[in-house]
């Protein structure tokens, strides 16, 4: 099961259900498109999360992607 709930851009609060809502609304295809975005602040600051995970768990921007592209989310 996949913890929605579970923060990835620590930085700018925003867990899983939220990152997942702003691609499907922006209809975001790649990783660049979701950080130079300026309608949903990710991966602007410490930019941990853009690759390896906050905490370095691999739970990150482009997972989640990954995650939204196969429908499961």
Do not use: P, T
Not at 24 to 36: L, T, Y
Request: with cysteine.
């Amino acid at each position: 099961m996949i913890d929605q709930d579970r923060m990835i851009c620590v930085c700018n609060s925003m867990d899983m259900r939220e990152i997942a809502s702003c691609i499907k609304e922006h209809q975001w295809s790649s990783v660049d498109e979701m950080v130079e975005n300026s309608e949903c602040s990710l991966g602007d600051k410490c930019e941990n999360c853009i690759e390896e995970g906050f905490d370095n768990d691999g739970y990150s921007l482009a997972m989640v992607l990954s995650l939204v592209k196969q429908g499961r989310i």
